[in-house]
């Protein structure tokens, strides 16, 4: 397991260096939104998902991603993992 990375810089380092099997991603990282990270994410052919209250702002490339709402159901979370993953 990597993370949790609260910064978009460490995490698309991350994925240059150590690309992960798969990644959840909230939208709202403080100061900063994840989109770079789902931008570097999808140029490494890694699966993700969105669990975020704030799926209205996710831009067009990334809108056939999976989201979960917040809040949510930890079995929601786990279950949607492993259809992307498996997809």
Known sequence: MIGPL??????????????????????????????PIADALTAARVPFLFLTAYNTVIPIAHRHRPVIPKPFLAEALVAELARVVAA
């Open 6 to 35: 609260r910064a978009v810089a460490p995490a698309v380092k991350v994925i240059s260096v150590d690309r992960p099997d798969a990644a959840v991603l909230d939208v709202n990282l403080g100061n900063e939104l994840s989109f």
